[in-house]
């Protein structure tokens, strides 16, 4: 029996050793392009050119950082990409509680097949829409304009999608003992229905929010002046002909990814509860 239990314990501290050297392996393959990058953005022109592939610590200097910022006017690429993203994100939030909440509680004629159509537009790829959406915008007179940027990417399938199946959790009977003290539609999604999705909301509010700081074919399709250039757009400026200064666009990259770094971290346990929320029934 000594003997099982030691032979046990011993393919137990195995598998624990092989999952730890699997997690260490893929954190790698993760994290080493985000680290060279760093490397070479904190690198002089100079030193780039002598040694590009170079991923030691070697003459840090913040110079590259302060030049991409300067040329780029980050600053104002940033407050663009800032204002666009956190109005994207309360726009998708809203309009995938209203139509989740009318998919999962209303009775209404072709409720099925309108949802297979709903669901079937992910199967579309972005690429595929761009012409078309340019041309509306452009119809509305919504080129190079902050509306251009926002209203088309207001409501997504897939957060209607998510919120809806958190709501089909939610007990009929509940909404049916609400319906009977009187309480309508509207205070039911704000009161009962909105708190018991609360984390799935912080995950597709991240999702949302990640997506459209980090979206380019579409403002690039519609925005051609300065004023309303985003930040992954506005990194073009930073392409220049002076050869000693080609790592002035990683530098740029490295500034345009600090708010991404900064709202995972804060946001990583709603992330991870939105994912699961809601898997139990579908």
Known sequence: MAADTGATERLHGARKVGRYALLIFIAFLVLFPIYATL????KSG??????????L??????DTLRAAWRIGDLGRLLLNSLFVAVLVT???IITSLLAAYAFAFLDFPGKGPIFVCFLATLLVPVELTVVVNQRTVDSFGWINSYQ???VPLLATTFGIFLVRQVFLTVPKELREAAALDGVGHFRFLLEVATPLCRPTLGALALFTFLGTWNQYLWPSAIITDDAHRTIQIGLERLKTGDFDKFNLVTAGTVIAALPIFAVLIAFQRQLVRGLTAGAVKG
């Open 39 to 42: 490397m070479q953005a904190l």
């Open 46 to 55: 100079p030193d780039a050119i002598k040694n590009p592939q170079s991923i």
């Open 57 to 62: 610590p070697i003459n840090f200097t913040l």
């Open 90 to 92: 309360i726009g998708v």
């Open 148 to 150: 251009g940027l926002i």
